[in-house]
């Protein structure tokens, strides 16, 4: 998308399940930079927030997807084991504390929470959750119930002029 295409359109046509914080439109990023369609090159604070470690397309994370890319993208973990969990499970378990023996992987920090409850009240046999004032647990359903300050959640979710 180049700076002179109007995104206004494709902007309104977005649904607000996400509160953002600019209408700014992104087009790359490198390290802890992004790239604006307005040719702004802009310090990204969250780094991402999912490439935070590494930053914005670290040259080795983009070698390793890539490759992957090249023999399967999307291995269904309820369907059948994938090589790489596995092996990056054997890289894992060596560096666990002596009573741990179990690793659970999430896509998200929403889906860790919510299973993170899950496996406590199994295990507790307890329904209550405690969560702090001002804490931020996901955009999920069951996450933004245990969000107190939900405004984070909420931001830019309305639209008055509809």
């Known amino acids: 998308m ?9 902007k309104t046509n977005i649904a607000r399940g996400i509160g ?7 087009t ?14 802009l310090l990204d604070f969250t780094t991402g927030i999912g490439v ?7 040259p080795r994370v983009v070698a390793a997807a890539k490759a992957q890319c090249d023999n399967i993208i999307h291995s269904q973990v309820n369907i059948g084991y994938h090589d790489k969990k596995l092996e990056l499970t054997e890289t894992l378990l060596p560096l666990l504390p002596k009573n741990l023996d179990t690793i659970f992987y999430a ?6 929470v ?8 199994a295990y507790t046999g307890k329904h ?13 359903f ?12 909420m931001l830019n979710m309305r639209d008055d002029s509809r």
């Open 2 to 10: 180049s700076a002179a295409v109007s995104t206004t359109c494709s």
């Open 20 to 26: 953002r914080l600019t209408d700014l439109v992104f």
């Open 28 to 41: 790359s990023g490198k390290g802890s930079y992004v790239q604006t369609t307005c040719g702004r090159n």
């Open 52 to 58: 935070v470690n590494t930053g914005h397309c670290h």
């Open 107 to 112: 896509t998200t920090g929403a889906e860790a």
């Open 114 to 121: 919510e299973n993170s409850i899950k496996m406590a009240r």
């Open 128 to 140: 209550g959750v405690v969560v702090f004032r001002g804490g931020y647990h996901g955009r999920t």
């Open 142 to 153: 069951g996450t933004m119930a245990m969000t107190v300050s939900i405004s984070c959640c």
